[in-house]
């Protein structure tokens, strides 16, 4: 399952399945994969950003990620030439 919704200073994303699931702890730690670090490390870089992933063998895996709504910080268009 994936759902995106617009709150109201945040993006908030879920993502769920019901596969074999597995134990979060040691997996981050000492991953040899480069999906899930990959994914905490930048959003580690957005302040107010969090990401947080619940598994569990044999039931399945959630992760629940919010990025916070911020201005533009440059709001030219395409076809501005300035």
């Known amino acids: ?15 769920a399945d019901n596969g074999i699931g597995f134990d979060p702890t040691p997996n981050l730690k000492q991953s040899n994969g480069i999906g899930i ?7 580690d ?9 619940n598994s569990e063998p ?13 201005e533009r910080m440059n709001p030219g268009h395409a ?3 300035n």
């Open 1 to 15: 399952m994936l759902s995106v919704q617009s709150a109201e200073d945040a993006i908030e994303i879920r993502i």
């Open 45 to 53: 870089f957005l302040p107010g950003a969090t990401f947080n992933l």
């Open 79 to 81: 076809h501005d030439l």
């Open 58 to 70: 044999g039931v399945g895996t959630h992760v629940h990620i919010r990025l916070p709504k911020r």
């Open 37 to 43: 670090p990959n994914v905490r490390n930048r959003i």
